[in-house]
């Protein structure tokens, strides 16, 4: 059974700082791609960064230079890394995988940014 838990969500300055992590279980971690998309109110989810098993990595042009994904396989941990934060970052940021062909989400963390 595959389970995303996402963690590290909250209030934050724009400017400011925050670290999302993503525990996974269920799958061979090393070798899947993990994205972090977020979905803001009214709008579509969107991806927001992605990365290969091999480590290489893609992100939306609204946050390059600015976010940063990384994985630690020994953890079975995807992160993201935000600075600058904008208050059009503001967001639930979900978590994502694929197994099969199928698609699997985390519940999702909150971040808000204040401006």
């Known amino acids: 059974q595959v389970q995303l838990v996402e963690s590290g969500g909250g209030l934050v300055q724009a400017g400011g700082s925050l670290r999302l992590s993503c525990l996974a279980s269920?799958?061979?971690?090393?070798?899947?791609?993990m994205g972090w998309y977020r979905q803001a109110p009214g709008k579509q989810r969107e991806l927001v960064a992605r990365?290969?098993?091999?480590?290489?990595?893609m992100y939306a042009d609204s946050v390059k230079g600015r976010f940063t994904i990384s994985r630690d396989n020994a953890k079975n941990t995807v992160y993201l890394q935000m600075n600058s934060l904008k208050p059009e970052d503001t967001a639930v940021y979900y978590c994502n995988t694929g197994l099969y062909g199928a698609d699997y989400w985390g519940q999702g963390t909150q971040v808000t940014v204040s401006s």
């Open positions: 269920g799958i061979i971690f090393r070798i899947n791609a």
């Open positions: 990365i290969t098993g091999g480590g290489s990595t």
